[in-house]
């Protein structure tokens, strides 16, 4: 139940998102998105579980996890400190301070003591473009969330794998041409692949996001999902029948019940 809505700073926003949530988000900052929803309804549920979120931002994705019940408690790890202050008011005005502890710490100094012992699962969405390249954001929220100056994909990796425990799952949200460094992370630190999920935009573009589970210690076998379509076409921006499903449920398993049913 949701307690009060503060007063928002000069630099913020408010919006009602997925789930009845109200969010504060930094105007000049990473806004809620696709892919943050996206991976809170990858994740699978372990109601009496923890789970931790690495560079959680506004603290959304804890927040509609929490709100699905997918687990009990939410580790919420952000390197910069308005955001940690941003993810307690978000918790407190959807009623889900209990719920929610916050860290403002950097991923790479991270391990299983921070957050009192290993937790169900990591879900992460890491900055998805190397140190220097392409054009530099003016907004300094923006450059931290969206590159790896304060950590790298492989950095992250080695964070979730310090906070599970064998067969415990890992769940990132990631760019498709950055694929094989993020498999080639995920096995250095043990965390083998095991399911994934391509989202396209259309049918007629190229993917534009990947949603990878891993396991801790995990068997080698990999399950490829159908592929996601957003959309029904470029000129038809109405959600695909899938995706409609996606954001009813908050949930991808449907779509590893492969043959089963018409998924667009």
């Not at 399950?223 to 954001?247: E, G, K, N, W």
């Amino acid at each position: 139940m949701k307690q009060f809505h503060p007063a928002l700073l000069p630099d913020e926003r408010l919006d009602e998102i997925n789930e009845h949530l109200s969010l504060i988000q930094k105007k000049d900052g990473l806004l809620f998105g696709t892919d943050a929803y996206l991976l809170a309804a990858f994740a699978r549920a372990v109601p009496a579980g923890e789970m931790a979120d690495l560079g959680s931002g506004s603290g959304v994705v804890s927040l509609l996890c929490l709100t699905k019940n997918k687990f009990q408690r939410a580790h919420a790890v952000e390197l910069q400190a308005d955001y940690g202050a941003l993810i307690r008011r978000n918790a407190a005005m959807n009623g889900l301070s209990s719920r929610v502890c916050v860290y403002t710490q950097d991923v790479r100094t991270l391990d299983a003591k921070t957050i009192g012992g290993p937790c169900a699962a990591v879900l992460m969405n890491p900055p998805y473009l190397p140190r220097g390249a392409g054009i530099p954001h003016a907004s300094v929220r923006m450059e931290t969330a969206r590159r790896e100056e304060n950590g790298t994909v492989a950095d992250f990796c080695a964070a979730a794998a310090r906070l599970l425990p064998s067969g415990g799952a890992l769940y990132v949200v990631y760019r498709p041409d950055r694929l094989a460094d993020l498999i080639a992370a995920l096995r250095e630190e043990r965390l083998e692949p095991k399911r994934m999920v391509t989202v396209y935009p259309d049918a007629a573009a190229p993917p534009c996001l990947i949603l990878v589970e891993a396991r801790r210690d995990g068997a080698p076998s990999l399950r490829l999902a159908p592929p996601l379509c957003v959309f029904r076409s470029h000129i038809d921006r109405t959600y695909t029948d899938a995706m409609q499903r996606v954001y009813d449920a908050c949930s991808m398993e449907f779509l590893f019940a492969a043959g089963k049913e018409n998924r667009q």
